[in-house]
């Protein structure tokens, strides 16, 4: 049985995230396990759990909140079975520990703010899930609150990492939706090179992965309030125009993740993508 996790703290961005997900798994199948986590103090759940149970009104509180959010989403998407989980520690730790153990298809976070991505890195233990977890992750922020995948886009340097990236969001997107492939043409390389990869690149995903509408992106950097536009900012005004619904990106050492992150240009300004986006997980070798 495939799975979906969704780390949830009873607020309305976690909320939201659930909602997402459960509309992902209705069409697809999947579980969903929804995971709170007591980081406050150590062993919490399993002091107040144990033989001489500590006196923690934070623990029977999460419990009526998680029975509550169980009952909601069990009756408004009655295909998807949802099961619950409580842990203790440090956020980040927990979830590595619990798909270490569990196959998930994907953790599916909320973030908070209408910034997808810069919103994501405002947290460390999310940025952390993000860059070092084996598991896929699927970011969705608070204003997306419909799933929605007619436009799928893309960052594409041409990189083997790419189509991985793509045959991991298979089992929550599918293949039938429009593909977008985006390039940024850090280097001005000559348009028609650029086109001669497209081509083969389109042909190794239709026959590998069998997704038949896709279309590509050549975005030259041009000039924003008078300085050479980031690569972050040419990404966000091509998923503005193409009204791109989710975000697929890779997280090898030659990513433009990898370098949006290490150039530090992950900022409210530069990076505002309101969007939800799947970040593939990363392979040894």
Same mark, same amino acid.
């Given at each position: 049985?495939?799975?979906?996790?969704?780390?949830?703290?009873?607020? +309305?961005?976690?909320?939201?995230?659930?909602?997402?997900?459960?509309?992902?798994?209705?069409?697809?199948?999947?579980?969903?396990?929804?995971?709170?986590?007591?980081?406050?103090?150590?062993?919490?759940?399993?002091?107040?759990?144990?033989?001489?149970?500590?006196?923690? #009104?934070?623990?029977? +509180?999460?419990?009526?909140?998680?029975?509550?959010?169980? +009952?909601?989403?069990?009756?408004?998407?009655?295909?998807?079975?949802?099961?619950?989980?409580?842990?203790?520690?440090?956020?980040?730790?927990?979830?590595?520990?619990?798909?270490?153990?569990?196959?998930?298809?994907?953790?599916?976070?909320?973030?908070?703010?209408?910034?997808? !991505?810069?919103?994501?890195?405002?947290?460390?233990?999310?940025?952390?899930?993000?860059?070092?977890?084996?598991?896929?992750?699927?970011?969705? #922020?608070?204003?997306?609150?419909?799933?929605?995948?007619?436009?799928?886009? !893309?960052?594409?340097?041409?990189?083997?990492?790419?189509?991985?990236?793509?045959?991991?969001?298979?089992?929550?997107?599918?293949?039938?939706?429009?593909?977008?492939?985006?390039?940024?043409?850090?280097?001005?390389?000559?348009?028609?090179?650029?086109?001669?990869?497209?081509?083969?690149?389109?042909?190794?995903?239709?026959?590998?992965?069998?997704?038949?509408?896709?279309?590509?992106?050549?975005?030259?950097?041009? !000039?924003?309030?008078?300085?050479?536009?980031?690569?972050?900012?040419?990404?966000?005004?091509?998923?503005?125009?193409?009204?791109?619904?989710?975000?697929?990106?890779?997280?090898?050492?030659?990513?433009?993740?990898?370098?949006?992150? +290490?150039?530090?240009?992950?900022?409210?300004?530069?990076?505002?993508?309101?969007?939800?986006?799947?970040?593939?997980?990363?392979?040894?070798?």
């Amino acid at each position: 049985m495939s799975k979906l996790l969704i780390p949830i703290d009873f607020s +309305e961005n976690s909320d939201n995230a659930i909602h997402y997900a459960a509309e992902i798994a209705q069409q697809t199948g999947q579980e969903i396990d929804l995971i709170h986590v007591f980081s406050q103090h150590s062993n919490t759940y399993a002091n107040v759990k144990g033989d001489t149970p500590l006196n923690d #009104p934070r623990v029977p +509180e999460a419990e009526q909140n998680m029975i509550a959010t169980l +009952e909601k989403y069990q009756q408004e998407f009655p295909s998807v079975k949802l099961n619950s989980i409580f842990k203790d520690g440090n956020l980040y730790d927990e979830i590595k520990a619990v798909t270490n153990a569990t196959a998930y298809d994907a953790v599916v976070m909320g973030t908070h703010g209408a910034s997808g !991505l810069d919103a994501v890195f405002i947290g460390s233990n999310t940025y952390d899930t993000i860059s070092n977890t084996t598991t896929p992750v699927l970011a969705v #922020p608070e204003t997306s609150t419909k799933f929605k995948k007619d436009n799928v886009a !893309l960052l594409c340097n041409f990189k083997e990492a790419e189509l991985t990236a793509l045959q991991q969001a298979i089992p929550l997107f599918k293949t039938d939706y429009r593909l977008i492939l985006i390039h940024v043409n850090t280097t001005d390389r000559p348009i028609k090179d650029i086109d001669a990869d497209f081509k083969n690149w389109i042909d190794r995903i239709e026959s590998e992965l069998g997704i038949s509408d896709i279309s590509y992106i050549i975005k030259p950097q041009t !000039l924003f309030m008078r300085q050479k536009e980031t690569v972050a900012q040419a990404i966000t005004s091509v998923l503005l125009d193409e009204q791109v619904d989710i975000l697929i990106l890779t997280k090898s050492k030659k990513s433009v993740f990898r370098q949006l992150t +290490e150039s530090n240009v992950i900022k409210k300004m530069a990076f505002n993508i309101q969007i939800p986006t799947f970040f593939a997980r990363v392979l040894k070798g």
